[in-house]
């Protein structure tokens, strides 16, 4: 399974930003999907996922409300939708998933949000 997230880039405080999650898995729809991220001297951390087949999602509380995940299995994409973005909301963000055991991640995409 190869995951390539894409989309991040420099925004201010309260700007939105949309991340995409390109899986290369087969079928798409039978893989949950998750986002992570990991700022600056910080752990990796939750950020939301996507269950298989888009029957449901599940948000950290620093970002319900705000972020949203979506998937268009047509497409083999998730994404997430960022809004009201804050400062410490800047890190690199990982799409990630799991198959037979087996963790996957994408390579990461830099989120900075500026104030």
């Known amino acids: 399974v190869q995951l390539q997230a894409s989309g991040g880039g420099l925004v201010q405080a309260g700007d939105s930003l949309r991340l995409s999650c390109a899986a290369s898995a087969r079928p798409f729809s039978a893989y949950g999907v998750g986002w992570f991220r990991q700022a600056p001297g910080k752990e990796r951390e939750f950020v939301g996922a996507?269950?298989?087949?888009?029957?449901?999602?599940l948000y950290a509380d620093s970002v319900k409300g705000r972020f949203t995940i979506s998937r268009d299995n047509a497409k083999n994409t998730v994404y997430l939708q960022m809004n009201s973005l804050r400062p410490e909301d800047t890190a690199v963000y990982y799409c990630?998933?799991?198959?037979?055991?087996?963790?996957?991640w994408g390579q990461g995409t830099q989120v900075t949000v500026s104030s």
């Open positions: 990630h998933t799991t198959r037979g055991g087996n963790d996957f």
């Open positions: 996507v269950a298989r087949g888009g029957s449901g999602t």
